[in-house]
């Protein structure tokens, strides 16, 4: 089956470039062409044929004039070392192409490495690619290092123009955060994947990505219209993916952290606001966290998987900020470009407005869960405060023409004025860990494997109303509905909202493993400085349990927020997880003044080039083709994510349908989108298309093509046990990153402290806080996520609770989920009568004294104990035993017992009158 090609080897003539691709055996290869005679123009050529490796060298050796000397590269390329027909050997074992692009001269093969010269139309191939995580047949891998090749002559020098396109195109570093995998479609979540593969049929599929997570599919549009085959392309995915192992004594398990920034509407923090005419928010990132029972088998299918995902991104109206209007110190105003009364931008974020568009509700299902965290009040008028009143009136809007079932469930959370007035007991994550149980069990989560019963009702009341979807096959647990957070930046506030939700969805998850009794984490990595002590004194594996997977979680919802931070603000995070636990005041204080003077300087300084280069990698801004205007000599780039020509032409009502599906619906032709997707014939043949089964997952995960190493093997395990967090009870060490008590600050003397500065997340209002104010909730959320029982399904004189494990024994109703029968039947009361009362055995008391072993007995010293023992064999030690007899009375009773079900063959009976006599 056609999979992915795994080593490319790019070979250079005067005429062409030669792509020699290889699978991972190495035994089967395939050939592409790219020709050079006109560098304007692409014109490439594959053979749809599989090759040997006897028959590719003897291809290149024709290509080489009979000679099967290859030369290889060195120092810059190009004429020097190459003999007259001679074949150029430019990249070996490269993983995959990355696209062709185009400015103003020529192709360029992108491949990432510094030559002597500069080109036009070049190549991007990855050179170099780190592991960085994988879990069942899958590895993700990230770009260590790329190369780009022009496909012009070695003798044509580009112009003053072309150069500084290139350097701007170079300055997108493809070895910082882009990842890729050969068998995994990493665009897509595991529910998304798991559902997309045919298990009747060997666990065939067809990897096709989700486009708005791609990054490099303008560069791979050249080689498509080509009609190369997908099987030389790498898909990249730009964003966050960790890996963290936790061992068990029973059991090991996989925690991967997976965040994807989306393409569209990609920018810089003042630069990208809000959300263009399509509904693309800024900042927008699916965070998904995947757990694997490292002890169960690697298949999707038939192993033991959990996921859970969640989404963030900037409040999806027309607004933005200028950086110019704050000075030097402050927040730039929050400027609402247009009002919108029918609420077209939001509608289209919720629902998209093209047929194929896969957003929110069309990806997630319902009910899509909006948290808003920006600031409800403030004393200038021009802030967060604005935002909220905006989005508020848009939800309520779109809510008015959806049914109750399938409205958008809208809660406010003042995150700012919460943290104001907790404690280390009572704060932001305690409120998110509340409201996340509540989500959860509404939305729940991916599972590949059935979920106990015994875990299908919990102790806790809110978890009553727990209802698991399944997939139509039945075969999976499925997540139906999403929760998107949001604040002004998406970042920090967005971070540890992501943080209360996503720890709560792993309490779920691991108690559906059967590692945790309960689904809740309550007990979480800012207890560790206070109760160390009592640690040591009385370890408690549970205990230690909790403790430790609340801060592996905490550190990968750290670095996660980091990098988006990073690639968004160009800062890290200005408040981490700690700084809403009120703990670590000491860091968390110099933490934010050296991360706030660097986001300034990104923002005032290096945004808008970083922006620029975004625009030209992801193919908004096309020298010649977009506008004649040179990139960097535009004002701005507005009119380049919204274009004048580009009209919503969405009904105000039909907001959740799209523009072809409301223009289908009025001529009476509507179609579902998925039964039309169904019906829409292929166009590409089986070579072109990128088939997997599981067989080759299989094949290539074991690498049984080839002997294992032991070095090799080694040395993953070495680097897998890096990993690794051991839980066997208690840690001796105290994690990294926790500062001494020294630096434990007091939640009352930190209330009573006058603050000198203000962040973004800090409080204005010095009026006393009530918790009405903090959370505000719609009443779709309420109806929805939060339904109030009837009195005649719960009456007030009768509260039914489970009663814990811990306390007494479950009916075998909760236990087992079966009722209990009312009582035996007179048969079986009979025949339970009949063998109470055949209690005669022949057996001797004296044989135990006898044969007894007085050795073991002198011991233990248990002889007057077991002398008097009485047992059914008339010798009973370790080394012979005897069959007891059986008395005519017991045989009387078995024939009595066999007439109640069934007749006894005389086959039977025979051997049993042997056995008997």
């Known amino acids: ?71 290889k590269v060195s120092g810059g390329g190009g004429k020097k070392g190459r003999p007259n027909g001679g074949l150029l050997e430019r990249v070996y074992n490269a993983f995959g192409v990355l696209g062709v692009v185009r400015f103003t001269e020529g192709y360029y093969l992108i491949v990432r490495r510094h030559f002597g010269s500069m080109y036009r139309y070049s190549v991007q191939v990855i050179t170099k690619a780190t592991v960085v995580a994988s879990f069942g047949y899958h590895t993700i891998y990230k770009i260590a290092e790329a190369a780009m090749m022009s496909l012009a002559s070695d003798d044509h020098l580009p112009s003053a123009e072309e150069q500084r396109y290139l350097k701007q195109f170079q300055s997108v570093d493809l070895s910082t955060d882009f990842y890729f995998s050969y068998t995994y479609d990493l665009s897509r979540s595991l529910q998304e994947n798991a559902l997309n593969t045919n298990w009747d049929n060997e666990g065939n599929r067809t990897i096709k990505a989700d486009s708005k997570f791609v990054w490099n599919k303008f560069l791979l549009e050249p080689l498509r219209n080509n009609l190369v085959s997908e099987r030389w392309f790498v898909e990249c995915v730009h964003g966050f993916v960790r890996q963290q192992m936790i061992e068990l004594p029973c059991s090991k398990f996989s925690l991967v952290l997976i965040g994807r920034r989306s393409s569209d509407y990609a920018g810089t923090r003042f630069l990208k606001r809000g959300a263009n005419l399509k509904g693309d928010v800024a900042n927008d990132v699916e965070t998904e966290q995947i757990v694997w029972d490292m002890n169960s088998a690697a298949s999707i299918a038939k192993g033991r998987f959990s996921a859970f995902v969640q989404r963030r991104g900037s409040v999806p109206l027309r607004w933005s900020q200028d950086p110019s209007t704050r000075g030097v110190v402050g927040k730039p105003l929050i400027l609402i470009g247009i009002h919108e009364p029918h609420a077209q931008t939001a509608g289209a974020h919720f629902a998209g407005r093209v047929v194929n568009c896969r957003d929110l ?24 405060n604005l935002l909220h009143e905006q989005f508020i009136k848009s939800v309520r809007y779109l809510n008015q023409f959806l049914p109750l079932p399938k409205r958008i469930c809208y809660i406010s959370f003042d995150v700012a004025r919460c943290n104001k007035s907790s404690s280390t007991t009572s704060n932001v994550i305690t409120k998110l860990e509340e409201l996340g149980e509540k989500i959860i069990c509404k939305s729940a989560w991916f599972q590949s494997f059935p979920l106990p019963h015994s875990r299908s009702k919990w102790s806790h009341g809110s978890f009553s109303s727990f209802s698991p979807s399944y997939s139509p096959c039945g075969r999976f647990l499925i997540q139906k509905g999403v929760c998107r957070t949001n604040c002004v930046d998406c970042l920090d506030r967005t971070n540890v909202a992501q943080f209360g939700i996503g720890k709560v969805a792993l309490a779920f998850q691991l108690c559906a493993f059967g590692v945790l009794d ?6 979480s990595s800012e207890l560790i400085p206070d109760t160390r002590d009592v640690l040591d004194a009385s370890p408690s594996s549970q205990f230690s349990l909790l403790v430790e997977i609340s801060r592996v979680y905490e550190d990968l919802l750290d670095e996660h927020g980091d990098t988006m931070a990073w690639q968004y603000a160009g800062s890290q995070l200005v408040h ?12 968390e204080r110099s933490r934010d003044i050296i991360q706030n003077l660097s986001r300034y300087y990104s923002n005032t300084f290096s945004d808008y080039d970083k922006q620029a280069a975004l625009n030209l990698f992801l193919g908004v801004y096309r020298p010649q083709i977009t506008s004649n205007i040179p990139l960097w000599d535009l004002p ?15 009904d105000y ?23 039309k997707e169904r019906n829409r014939p292929s166009v590409t043949n089986d070579y072109r298309v990128v088939r997997i089964a599981t067989d080759d997952d299989f094949r290539e995960y074991y690498r049984t093509f080839e002997m294992t190493s032991l070095d090799l093997r080694l040395k993953q395990l070495a680097l897998m046990e890096c990993k690794t967090v051991n839980v066997a009870g208690v840690n001796d060490e105290p994690p990294s990153g926790q500062l001494m008590k020294l630096f434990k600050s007091d939640p009352k003397a930190m209330s009573k402290k006058k603050k000198t500065d203000m962040s973004d997340d800090e409080d204005e209002d010095g009026e006393e806080t009530r918790d009405d104010t903090i959370v505000q909730m719609e009443d779709a959320y309420e109806k929805v996520i939060e339904p109030k029982p009837e009195e005649t399904v719960f009456p007030q004189s009768t509260v039914y609770q489970y009663v814990p494990l811990s306390l007494g024994m479950k009916s075998p109703l909760e236990t087992y989920g079966f009722n209990e029968r009312s009582g035996p039947s007179q048969a079986s009361l009979k025949l339970y009568e009949n063998y109470a009362a055949a209690s005669s055995i022949n057996s001797n008391p004296e044989d135990w004294s006898k044969l007894k072993p007085k050795d073991l007995l002198e011991k233990f010293k248990e002889t007057s104990r077991i002398t008097d023992k009485c047992t059914l064999f008339t010798a009973d030690n370790i080394c012979h035993t005897e069959i007891p007899s059986v008395t005519d009375r017991w045989y009387r009773f078995y024939k009595d017992s066999c007439a109640l079900d069934h007749k006894i063959s005389a086959k039977d009976m025979a051997t049993f009158e042997e056995y008997a006599h």
């Open 1 to 71: 089956m056609p999979g992915r090609v795994r080593r490319i080897t790019v070979y250079e003539t005067p005429q062409r470039f030669y792509l020699v691709g290889s699978d991972n055996s190495g035994t089967r290869f395939n050939l592409l062409k790219i020709d050079r005679l006109d560098s304007r123009a692409l014109l490439t050529g594959e053979p749809e044929n599989d090759y040997s490796k006897a028959d590719i060298m003897q291809i290149l050796s024709t290509v080489s004039e009979g000679s099967s000397i290859v030369c």
């Open 361 to 384: 509700k069309k990806k997630y299902g319902d009910p899509v869960v909006v948290m808003n965290l920006v600031k409800k009040r403030e004393k200038r008028r021009g802030d967060e």
């Open 518 to 523: 309960d689904p809740k984490i309550e007990l």
């Open 576 to 587: 981490s997880v700690k700084h809403y636990k009120k703990m670590a005041a000491f860091q």
């Open 636 to 650: 701005s780039d507005f009119y380049l994510h919204f274009k004048t020509t580009e009209k919503v032409k969405k």
């Open 653 to 675: 009502c039909l907001w959740w349908t799209s523009e072809e599906e409301d223009q289908e619906l009025m001529d009476g032709d509507f179609v579902l989108v998925d039964q």
